[in-house]
T-cell receptor, first 112, second 110 residues
Framework: DAEITQSPRHKITETGRQVTLACHQT?????MFWYRQDLGHGLRLIHY???????NKGEVSDGYSVSRSNTEDLPLTLESAASSQTSVYFC???????????FGQGTRLTVV | GENVEQHPSTLSVQEGDSAVIKCTYS??????FPWYKQELGKGPQLIID???NVGEKKDQRIAVTLNKTAKHFSLHITETQPEDSAVYFC?????????WGAGTKLIIKP
C-alpha cells in the first residue's frame, strides 16, 4: 500500500545545530507540504512543493528550508535550531489542488 | 492575513448525542472546505470535505454545511460514539493552499 513516512519520530537537539527531518511518500503525489503543530495554533504551513525542483515558502518559513530533488522526498532542514522551533512537525502529500492530503505520523522535535 | 476561526476549542458531549463544530473564514476566494480528524499520536485524516458549489454534504453520521454568504461552515456528528473522541480541524482554501483552524478537542462522555 502507498504511504507517507516521516523520520525520526522523536528527536532532541541542541540550540544552534542543523537538523533535517525526512519525509518520504510512495503515492507519487506532486504536492508535498510541511506543517508544524503547536497547541492553540492548529497546523501552520512551513514550506510546500508542487513538483521536483519546486519549493515555496509558507506562513512560518523563517529558519527552515526544503529541497525537492525527486517526487518521493521533501526533507525539511532547520539551519540553526532554536527553542522556538520545538514542535510537532507533519509532512503531507496530495495529488494536487484542492484534494485530500495524506499526512505522515509526525516528528516531535525538542530543541534544548 | 487570511484566517480561519474554529469554535469551540473543547467540546464535551454525552455518548449518543450530537456534536457541532463551527468555523468562519475570511478569504472570500476560498472554495474548498475539508474537515480532518486527528487521533492521539497520529497525523490528521480527512473525514469529509465540501466545495463551494454545494451547501450540504452527508456521509453516514457526519455532515458538513456551508454558508458562503456568511463565510462559515460547520461539522455535525450525530449519534456520537467513543471512537469519535479526537481533535477535529477545519480548513478553508483555494488552489493549492489551505488555512487551518486551531482545532476542537471532542470528548465523548460514556
Amino acid at each position: 500500500d502507498a504511504e507517507i513516512t516521516q523520520s525520526p519520530r522523536h528527536k532532541i537537539t541542541e540550540t544552534g545545530r542543523q537538523v533535517t527531518l525526512a519525509c518520504h511518500q510512495t503515492w507519487n503525489h506532486n504536492n508535498m507540504f510541511w506543517y508544524r503543530q503547536d497547541l492553540g495554533h492548529g497546523l501552520r504551513l512551513i514550506h510546500y512543493s508542487y513538483g521536483v525542483h519546486d519549493t515555496n515558502k509558507g506562513e512560518v518559513s523563517d529558519g527552515y528550508s526544503v529541497s525537492r530533488s525527486n517526487t518521493e522526498d521533501l526533507p525539511l532542514t532547520l539551519e540553526s535550531a532554536a527553542s522556538s522551533q520545538t514542535s510537532v512537525y507533519f509532512c503531507a502529500s496530495s495529488v494536487g489542488g484542492t484534494t485530500e492530503a495524506f499526512f505522515g505520523q509526525g516528528t516531535r522535535l525538542t530543541v534544548v | 492575513g487570511e484566517n480561519v476561526e474554529q469554535h469551540p476549542s473543547t467540546l464535551s458531549v454525552q455518548e449518543g448525542d450530537s456534536a457541532v463544530i463551527k468555523c468562519t473564514y475570511s478569504d472570500s476566494a476560498s472554495n474548498y472546505f475539508p474537515w480532518y480528524k486527528q487521533e492521539l499520536g497520529k497525523g490528521p485524516q480527512l473525514i469529509i470535505d465540501i466545495r463551494s458549489n454545494v451547501g450540504e454534504k452527508k456521509d453516514q453520521r457526519i455532515a458538513v454545511t456551508l454558508n458562503k454568504t456568511a463565510k462559515h461552515f460547520s461539522l455535525h456528528i450525530t449519534e456520537t460514539q467513543p471512537e469519535d473522541s479526537a481533535v477535529y480541524f477545519c480548513a478553508a482554501g483555494s488552489n493549492y493552499q489551505l488555512i487551518w483552524g486551531a482545532g476542537t478537542k471532542l470528548i465523548i462522555k460514556p
